[in-house]
């Protein structure tokens, strides 16, 4: 299995722009997590799923950040309109649900 | 709210000694606890973890210590090597779910 697959790897984006990152968890996962990780908070969870279904957002910050998942192969997180402050790193993980999570390799997203 | 705290943010020492990093959490809730190390530009790998029932669980040069009572865990790598710098997280999960909570990290360095 490749693991978790984000995409894409790297994006600018100017302030005001929307901005889709992209999720493929490991097959057979059946929980999956978006975490951002910054220097002031640290790994941060914002939002997860459990069979596709939406389980806990309480830590999504703003109304500007909404995640799906349509089906249990792919996710997205999407932030409209981008701002500044929402520059970080951005993991998605998922869980069989045995034991711990497995980490993508991230999205390092920058707004400017 | 913080409820996994890692207090210090770096840790350097020499190869061949023992590396002791220390989480401590406030959530007695938590029932699964789990050490990640991080490299730079990739995602968190899981390293090593510990169930509450435990007080003690080691995988070749790590192991992780558990005392409930003062809600502190630790991660003893030794011996410690230079490839084991990288950044350590503390992670815990409570029973209701499976989203984990992490602490800020602490760097270790591992200096020849």
């Known amino acids: 299995d490749a693991g978790v697959i984000q995409s894409p790897r790297h994006e600018v984006t100017e302030m005001g722009q929307e901005v889709t990152l992209r999720c493929k968890p490991i097959s057979g996962h059946n929980s999956l997590f978006w975490y951002r990780q910054t220097m002031m908070r640290g790994l941060e969870l914002l939002i997860y799923f459990n069979n596709n279904v939406p389980i806990d957002d309480s830590g999504m910050p703003e109304d500007r950040f909404s995640a799906k998942m349509p089906n249990a192969s792919f996710s997205t997180l999407k932030i409209q309109p981008s701002e500044p402050r929402d520059s970080a790193v951005y993991f998605c993980?998922?869980?069989?649900?045995?034991?711990?999570?497995?980490f993508g390799q991230g999205t390092r997203l920058t707004v400017v | 709210d913080q409820q996994v705290k890692q207090n210090s943010p770096s840790l350097s020492v020499q190869e061949g000694r023992i590396s002791i990093l220390n989480c401590d959490y406030t959530n007695s809730m938590f029932d699964y606890f789990l050490w990640y190390k991080k490299y730079p530009a990739e995602g968190p790998t899981f390293l090593i973890s510990i169930s509450s029932i435990k007080d003690k669980n080691e995988d070749g040069r790590f192991t992780v210590f558990l005392n409930k009572s003062a809600k502190h865990l630790s991660l003893h790598i030794v011996p410690s090597q230079p490839g084991d710098s990288a950044v350590y997280f503390c992670a815990a999960r409570g029973p209701n779910g499976y989203a984990l909570n992490f602490g800020k990290g602490t760097s270790l360095l591992v200096t020849p």
């Open positions: 993980a998922s869980s069989d649900g045995t034991s711990g999570a497995f």
